[in-house]
């Protein structure tokens, strides 16, 4: 075997093809992975537009091994190891194509295509430089070939979605050099060292042996032995006094955050964790020689990693107010305050600043961040903020003043009051941030009432509930339809306010309170120790009027508890951030599938009418022909830009595999409902799903709850729905039920080993809905089901069942069918379930 390091350009350059063997599993990379490759692209471009020579990003390596020459043909490479990265940035490439063709820069469009995507004198198979595993190979043309199919519901689809994006993102903050720096990184920045096999060799065997190695070393330990080569003479005592303590006390995971931390508040702020040992290394490497100034450094480490355990640990921190400041960071979640509350720390303990100025100054940053999250400001630049934070403050200030002066930059976007207002009042709260930071946040204005007798929120088993429920009872509709305004649903009304924060509290009572009507729910929230749900409960009813009067009191509580940016005025020339949810909503959309007006209006936090009003004032939007009525109709005010004449929206999305009706209307399951949008933005939209399993008499109790509620709800549908739970217990299943009033139905599979879990479930049945959910959220992450080819295979046995249409560009999904089909097709269900357990038993046979 032969290995060389080069640039991914030249790696893919001349007559060749790369073929995915049959036995590689399929393209699997998600958005965490996505996200890490683009923003080390992301870096290199800037490197070049302010000026530098960005030195090249090393990708890691790629096996081949040498195929068949036909004559006048390519030549082929069997990709044995290493496909994931090289159709990550072949798709990348095919993004980065059709966004110069989308700004007009043809030429630029026609240089990538032939220089790195096709072999443009041949056809065929040997037309592409790459051809994936058979499974994904007609999403992948499709993408190369710029079919009304690219971009559809799975992996591939989803990573060409995912950079056409952030392509789009980026134009709009870089300029006109920007994307030609982009096609510099990818081209010429990236490093590869390819490894190329002997004709003869084992490829499979080849394949094996890198795919079953054993645990490597971790960065800190590469560190520390370096170290310690170093260290001839007093290396032993500066072990059992400096490192083994630190190690011990951190643990092998935060003792590799503390050596990368150490990097950034240095002023390493670009420092990888992947590469810290190479950094430490060249740090440390003129100290050789020199046991003592290496001592010192060992001894600066293990001062920092004190205070590290103190950020983890806050009830380690001996000032209150510090430490109170460091609990609020720690119940906010997330590493993304370390570097700054690190120097900040560091300030503290070396007597430059007082512990009171450091925890205004961590209260600044919880500030920022809470302040963000609820006006739902994109968070993918906040890593670099404050990795660059200690090097950035001002050091003739104060802590506290410097750091809010550093937070309020106009890059920085840190809502202003009127911002926080208005998004409290419009923003779905419900899916912004992570669990915890929703929960933080209620918390806190829980706890601004001030009470005599505080809730001990560590105590109470408290949830978040929604005063208008999410599937109202008729009362509810017919309540909203007196404040709908002209041309406006009662549903469409309900959409726009039911997530929003002024709709939204805590309680331990959620399955009595579930959707009842407002008096019914007055009567429990009355009885409730927290004074926020005593509010609620002295309404004399809940619609629009209430919810947007409570907004306001919270907004006005958020302000006092969490202060804004100093200048807190925005200019006029300033965009509205949902404008840009909505750019990187359309974007996002897979192939075939639709939304509506209101539909973004729910996600941004906005009215149907502006939404209108802003598609048809802005040329170029991708996706924009993907949004449509309510009833699934091509607005009448729809208009292309000047000069693209594309066809009609209907004549597009029929092409993707969108049917329309007689009368014009879209298919309803190729909609996407808002929190489909926002989930495949990434965010954390809460779905009803598994937690710990029940007691034994709690689950028959749910069990009971279910049934009933079955039987009450659809009773034609009821028997065929239990003889296929039954069915799914005789396969070797079992049943597990949600906790909320609509007692939802999970069937479980545990194809686990004796000594690990592994939890299946193919559906969430929802008795009174009325609808059935395949779980392909979940699926796309859990083995066998992570292949694509699977789940598209579970996909097709339902949509063979009449009554069934699931869309294949919901393979990431959750697209659901009525219960009603249970009725009469029970048995045909029964037969894909049997393939599912069948199919899961065979992949626990392989990883046994």
């Given at each position: 075997?032969?290995?060389?390091?080069?640039?991914?350009?030249?790696?893919?350059?001349?007559?060749?093809?790369?073929?995915?063997?049959?036995?590689?599993?399929?393209?699997?990379w998600?958005?965490?992975?996505?996200?890490?490759?683009?923003?080390?692209?992301?870096?290199?471009?800037e490197?070049?537009?302010?000026?530098?020579?960005?030195?090249?990003h090393?990708?890691?390596?790629?096996?081949?091994?040498?195929?068949?020459?036909?004559a006048?043909?390519?030549?082929?490479?069997?990709?044995?190891d290493?496909?994931?990265?090289?159709?990550?940035?072949?798709?990348?490439?095919?993004?980065?194509?059709?966004?110069?063709r989308?700004?007009?820069?043809?030429?630029?469009?026609?240089?990538?295509?032939?220089?790195?995507?096709?072999?443009?004198?041949?056809?065929?198979?040997?037309?592409?430089?790459?051809?994936?595993?058979?499974?994904?190979?007609?999403?992948?043309?499709?993408?190369?070939?710029?079919?009304?199919?690219?971009?559809?519901?799975?992996?591939?689809?989803?990573?060409?979605?995912?950079?056409?994006?952030?392509?789009?993102?980026?134009?709009?903050?870089?300029?006109?050099k920007?994307?030609?720096?982009?096609?510099?990184?990818?081209?010429d920045?990236?490093?590869?060292?390819?490894?190329?096999?002997?004709?003869?060799?084992?490829?499979?065997?080849?394949f094996?042996?890198?795919?079953?190695?054993?645990?490597?070393?971790?960065?800190?330990d590469?560190?520390?032995?370096?170290?310690?080569?170093?260290?001839?003479?007093?290396?032993?005592?500066?072990?059992?006094?400096?490192?083994?303590?630190?190690?011990?006390?951190?643990?092998p995971?935060?003792l590799?955050?503390?050596?990368?931390?150490?990097?950034?508040?240095?002023?390493?702020?670009?420092?990888?964790?992947s590469?810290?040992?190479?950094?430490?290394?060249k740090?440390?490497?003129?100290?050789?020689?020199d046991?003592?100034?290496?001592?010192?450094?060992?001894?600066?480490?293990?001062?920092?990693?004190?205070?590290?355990?103190?950020?983890?640990e806050?009830?380690?921190?001996?000032?209150?107010?510090?430490?109170?400041?460091?609990?609020?960071?720690?119940?906010?979640?997330?590493?993304i305050?370390?570097?700054?509350?690190?120097?900040?720390?560091?300030?503290?303990d070396?007597?430059?600043?007082?512990?009171?100025?450091?925890?205004?100054?961590l209260?600044?940053?919880e500030s920022?961040?809470?302040?963000r999250?609820?006006?739902?400001?994109?968070?993918?630049?906040l890593?670099?903020?404050?990795?660059?934070?200690?090097?950035?403050l001002e050091e003739?200030?104060?802590?506290?003043?410097?750091?809010?002066?550093?937070?309020?930059?106009?890059?920085?976007?840190?809502p202003?009051?009127?911002?926080?207002?208005?998004?409290?009042?419009?923003?779905?709260?419900?899916?912004?941030?992570?669990?915890?930071?929703?929960?933080?946040?209620?918390?806190?204005l829980?706890?601004?009432?001030?009470?005599s007798?505080?809730?001990?929120?560590?105590?109470?088993?408290?949830?978040?509930?929604?005063?208008?429920?999410?599937?109202?009872?008729?009362?509810?509709?017919d309540l909203?339809?007196?404040?709908t305004?002209?041309?406006?649903?009662?549903?469409?009304?309900?959409?726009?306010?039911?997530?929003?924060?002024?709709?939204?509290?805590?309680?331990?009572?959620?399955?009595?309170?579930?959707?009842?009507?407002?008096?019914?729910?007055?009567?429990i929230?009355?009885?409730?120790?927290?004074?926020?749900?005593?509010?609620?409960?002295?309404?004399?009813?809940?619609?629009?009027?209430?919810?947007?009067?409570?907004?306001?009191?919270?907004?006005?509580?958020?302000?006092?508890?969490?202060?804004?940016?100093?200048?807190?005025?925005?200019?006029?020339?300033?965009?509205?951030a949902?404008?840009?949810?909505?750019?990187?909503?359309?974007?996002?959309?897979?192939?075939?599938?639709?939304?509506?007006?209101?539909?973004?209006?729910?996600?941004?936090?906005?009215?149907?009418?502006?939404?209108?009003?802003?598609?048809?004032?802005?040329?170029?939007?991708?996706?924009?022909y993907?949004?449509?009525?309510?009833?699934?109709?091509?607005?009448?005010?729809?208009?292309?830009?000047?000069?693209?004449?594309?066809?009609t929206?209907?004549?597009?999305?029929?092409?993707?595999?969108?049917?329309?009706?007689?009368?014009?209307?879209?298919?309803?399951?190729?909609?996407?409902?808002?929190?489909?949008?926002?989930?495949?933005?990434?965010?954390?939209?809460?779905q009803?799903?598994?937690?710990?399993?029940?007691?034994?008499?709690?689950?028959?109790?749910?069990?009971?709850?279910?049934?009933?509620?079955?039987?009450?709800?659809?009773?034609?549908?009821a028997?065929?729905?239990l003889?296929?739970?039954?069915?799914?217990?005789?396969?070797?299943?079992?049943?597990?039920?949600?906790?909320?009033?609509?007692?939802?139905c999970?069937?479980?599979?545990?194809?686990?080993?004796?000594?690990?879990?592994h939890?299946?479930?193919?559906?969430?049945?929802?008795?009174?809905?009325?609808?059935?959910?395949?779980?392909?959220?979940?699926?796309?992450n859990?083995?066998p089901?992570?292949?694509?080819?699977l789940?598209?295979?579970?996909?097709?046995?339902?949509?063979?069942?009449d009554?069934?249409?699931?869309?294949?560009a919901?393979?990431?999904?959750?697209?659901?069918?009525?219960?009603?089909?249970?009725?009469?097709h029970?048995?045909?269900?029964?037969?894909?379930?049997?393939?599912?357990?069948?199919?899961?038993?065979?992949?626990?046979?392989?990883?046994?």
């Amino acid at each position: 075997m032969r290995a060389q390091e080069i640039a991914f350009f030249k790696l893919v350059q001349g007559d060749k093809q790369f073929q995915v063997p049959l036995y590689q599993r399929t393209y699997s990379w998600g958005r965490e992975q996505l996200e890490r490759l683009w923003d080390d692209v992301s870096e290199l471009v800037e490197q070049q537009l302010d000026g530098g020579e960005p030195s090249a990003h090393f990708l890691g390596s790629v096996v081949l091994a040498p195929g068949q020459i036909q004559a006048g043909g390519v030549q082929r490479w069997l990709v044995v190891d290493g496909q994931q990265r090289l159709t990550t940035l072949m798709l990348a490439f095919t993004a980065l194509r059709d966004h110069f063709r989308a700004t007009g820069a043809e030429r630029a469009a026609d240089r990538v295509d032939r220089q790195v995507l096709v072999n443009e004198f041949h056809e065929g198979r040997d037309h592409y430089r790459l051809l994936p595993t058979q499974a994904d190979r007609d999403a992948y043309t499709a993408c190369v070939e710029s079919t009304p199919r690219a971009g559809g519901g799975d992996n591939i689809g989803a990573a060409y979605r995912f950079f056409r994006g952030v392509l789009a993102q980026g134009e709009e903050a870089g300029g006109e050099k920007w994307a030609a720096a982009v096609e510099t990184a990818l081209k010429d920045l990236l490093s590869i060292v390819e490894i190329t096999a002997e004709r003869g060799d084992n490829v499979y065997r080849i394949f094996e042996s890198i795919n079953n190695t054993g645990v490597g070393l971790s960065q800190s330990d590469l560190l520390r032995n370096y170290v310690f080569m170093l260290l001839p003479r007093t290396g032993e005592r500066v072990y059992q006094e400096l490192w083994l303590p630190m190690q011990q006390q951190l643990g092998p995971r935060n003792l590799e955050l503390l050596v990368w931390l150490d990097l950034v508040v240095r002023g390493h702020s670009k420092a990888k964790q992947s590469e810290i040992y190479r950094e430490q290394q060249k740090r440390l490497e003129p100290l050789a020689g020199d046991e003592e100034a290496l001592r010192e450094e060992v001894a600066h480490l293990a001062e920092r990693g004190g205070r590290l355990l103190r950020i983890l640990e806050p009830h380690r921190e001996p000032s209150p107010s510090l430490r109170r400041a460091l609990e609020q960071l720690e119940a906010w979640g997330g590493q993304i305050h370390y570097p700054l509350a690190l120097h900040l720390l560091g300030l503290v303990d070396t007597d430059r600043a007082t512990a009171e100025e450091a925890a205004q100054a961590l209260r600044y940053v919880e500030s920022y961040l809470v302040r963000r999250m609820i006006c739902q400001i994109p968070t993918n630049n906040l890593n670099r903020i404050f990795m660059e934070a200690p090097r950035e403050l001002e050091e003739d200030r104060s802590p506290a003043e410097a750091v809010r002066r550093l937070l309020s930059g106009r890059r920085r976007r840190w809502p202003t009051d009127e911002e926080l207002r208005q998004a409290v009042r419009t923003k779905p709260f419900y899916w912004g941030g992570r669990p915890t930071q929703r929960m933080h946040v209620l918390r806190s204005l829980e706890a601004s009432h001030g009470a005599s007798e505080p809730v001990d929120f560590d105590k109470a088993a408290l949830t978040i509930e929604h005063v208008l429920p999410q599937r109202p009872q008729q009362a509810w509709f017919d309540l909203l339809a007196e404040e709908t305004e002209d041309g406006q649903t009662p549903q469409e009304l309900h959409d726009l306010l039911v997530h929003t924060l002024g709709n939204l509290t805590l309680s331990g009572e959620n399955s009595k309170l579930s959707n009842h009507p407002f008096r019914r729910k007055q009567e429990i929230l009355d009885s409730s120790a927290l004074r926020m749900n005593q509010e609620i409960a002295a309404a004399e009813r809940w619609g629009r009027a209430e919810i947007l009067e409570r907004a306001d009191r919270l907004a006005q509580r958020a302000i006092t508890l969490w202060p804004g940016p100093i200048g807190a005025v925005r200019t006029a020339d300033e965009e509205w951030a949902g404008w840009a949810t909505l750019r990187a909503a359309l974007v996002a959309m897979p192939s075939g599938t639709w939304t509506t007006y209101g539909d973004v209006a729910e996600l941004v936090g906005s009215h149907p009418v502006p939404v209108g009003n802003y598609l048809a004032s802005k040329s170029g939007i991708i996706g924009a022909y993907r949004v449509l009525t309510s009833d699934g109709r091509v607005s009448a005010a729809f208009r292309w830009p000047e000069g693209r004449g594309e066809g009609t929206p209907q004549e597009l999305l029929e092409h993707e595999g969108v049917p329309f009706d007689g009368s014009g209307r879209a298919h309803r399951s190729r909609r996407l409902a808002a929190a489909e949008l926002a989930t495949l933005l990434g965010r954390e939209v809460p779905q009803e799903g598994l937690s710990d399993p029940l007691p034994d008499a709690e689950n028959a109790a749910a069990a009971r709850r279910f049934e009933g509620q079955l039987r009450e709800n659809q009773p034609e549908a009821a028997e065929g729905v239990l003889e296929a739970l039954r069915f799914w217990e005789q396969q070797g299943g079992y049943r597990d039920y949600g906790r909320t009033a609509e007692t939802s139905c999970f069937p479980m599979l545990d194809a686990g080993t004796a000594t690990q879990q592994h939890l299946l479930w193919p559906l969430a049945l929802y008795p009174v809905t009325g609808t059935a959910e395949v779980v392909f959220q979940y699926l796309k992450n859990i083995s066998p089901f992570d292949d694509t080819a699977l789940r598209r295979e579970l996909l097709e046995r339902f949509n063979q069942i009449d009554g069934i249409e699931l869309a294949e560009a919901k393979l990431e999904l959750r697209p659901s069918f009525p219960l009603q089909v249970f009725a009469e097709h029970s048995g045909e269900i029964c037969a894909v379930l049997e393939w599912f357990v069948h199919t899961a038993a065979l992949d626990l046979a392989l990883r046994k």
